[in-house]
């Protein structure tokens, strides 16, 4: 049988002015498997990973069908993977001009079935581990070919890359935040072990993965972004993921590196180290280390609950759990974290009513994933929900 994808479906938006006469949609899904005429499951080599492509769309509502038609391809070359696709797509404007935004993780490159798959999150020539950025609607130029990439992205050259930012391992949550007359882009992303972030995405911004994790404080020197049982692989970890020797200095040979504005559970290397030893010596593998994994990521910028002004919401796969994420007013720096609504799930979406009163948290159907904790049910009791959470008047 060919393998599950973490993918299908991916993100969706909808234009800023979908009820004023431009009624567009736009979704990405994966739609090939490079593997699928090979033998078994497909893979490429022994580890070398599943290997899809992504495609992205901009469909119109006809509202008298209730059908999505008309489909316009954006583009049908985004790498996918059976782990690590990323895929959140928002609508932010960049100088008051409105934009399409995407996120493509490293493919898991680096790890598991894809531990001797290259990483390209560094690579320029490649979108994988990127932010993409695209026109909202195509600018049909002189020979009128409709051109879906910004003229101005940040890495245009010969060839126009959609490229806005990259360096970036599995950014899973994506939200905008208004900040006086302009919008700042958030983003929260899964972490190996430990660190994962929450970065504010900028122009040209590296956000270090694989080099650097968290904050560039050292605990990960002497470690990599994973680690495999595979003996035929190089290094120490056995794995494509480059050795970290030295995050502070990886940081400041990285152009336009970013560090995240809040980084959870920055871990000490020893710990990580006896995690990561545990996993290649095939002795113990430790379900629970110390990880948020966060999905989904909602603004609150509401007056509804006090105190809430200018929070993250972030939901974990992990442990069920919400987090909120208190920002300061220049939503530049965390002024504390706290977590709520605790249930036996798999926190996967969130989303906020427009009075800011309402929750919406979706949970995933099954505990599987591409690690070892695939079809792990053991922990989970409230499967493929719509949960709502409402903050009562005062």
């Known amino acids: 049988s060919k393998p599950w994808p973490q ?18 949609v736009y979704l990405a899904y994966l739609y090939d498997f490079e593997g699928k005429k090979r ?12 290997v899809f492509t992504t495609r992205l769309v901009r469909f119109s509502y006809d509202s008298a069908k209730r059908k999505l038609i008309q489909p316009t391809t954006i583009c049908d070359t985004i790498p996918g993977s059976n782990d690590h696709n990323s895929g959140r797509m928002i609508i932010a404007e960049i100088d ?6 995407y996120t493509i993780g490293d493919m898991g490159a680096g790890q598991y079935k894809n531990a001797g798959r ?46 806005w930012s990259l360096g970036h391992r599995n950014a899973q949550g ?3 935040m208004n900040k006086r007359n302009q919008q700042i882009i ?61 995050e502070k200095k990886n940081a400041s040979s990285i152009q336009n590196y970013t560090d995240p504005i809040y980084s959870f559970e920055p871990t000490p290397v020893s710990k990580i180290r006896g995690v990561m030893k545990r996993f290649k010596d095939f002795s113990k593998w430790d379900r629970d280390w110390v990880s948020l994994a966060p999905s989904g990521l909602a603004a609150y910028q509401y007056d509804a609950i006090p105190g ?14 919400i987090v909120r994420v208190q920002l300061d007013a220049e939503l530049e720096k965390v002024l504390f974290v706290e977590e709520l609504f605790q249930q036996a799930a798999r926190y ?16 995933d159907e099954s505990v599987s994933t591409s690690g070892p904790t695939a079809n792990n049910r053991t922990k989970q009791s409230i499967h493929g929900a719509v949960i709502e959470y409402t903050f009562p008047d005062q």
């Open 186 to 246: 958030i983003a929260s992303e899964h972490g190996p072990f430990s660190d994962d972030e929450i970065n504010i995405i900028r122009r040209s911004g590296n956000y270090g993965h694989p080099l650097v994790i968290g904050y560039a404080d050292g605990n990960y020197n002497g470690l990599a972004a994973g680690v495999s049982k595979l003996d035929s692989l190089p290094g120490e970890w056995h794995t494509s993921y480059p050795l970290i020797k030295d």
């Open 118 to 163: 290259t990483n390209h999150a560094q690579d320029l020539n490649s979108y994988e581990g990127k932010i993409l950025r695209f026109n909202i609607e195509p600018v049909v130029g002189k020979d009128s070919v409709a051109d879906w990439i910004p003229h101005d992205n940040p890495f245009n050259g010969s060839r126009k890359s959609a490229i």
């Open 96 to 101: 008051s001009v409105p934009y399409l935004f």
């Open 348 to 363: 996967r979406d969130i989303a906020v009513s427009a009075d800011g009163r309402r929750f919406y948290i979706t949970t």
């Open 7 to 24: 993918g299908g479906l991916m993100g969706m938006a909808m234009h800023p002015d979908f009820d004023k006469g431009k009624p567009f």
């Open 174 to 176: 994506l939200t905008v």
């Open 39 to 50: 033998p078994g499951d497909g893979l490429s080599g022994d580890v070398n990973g599943y």
């Open 308 to 321: 809430w002004k200018n929070s993250l919401l972030i939901t974990s796969l992990k442990n069920g759990k």
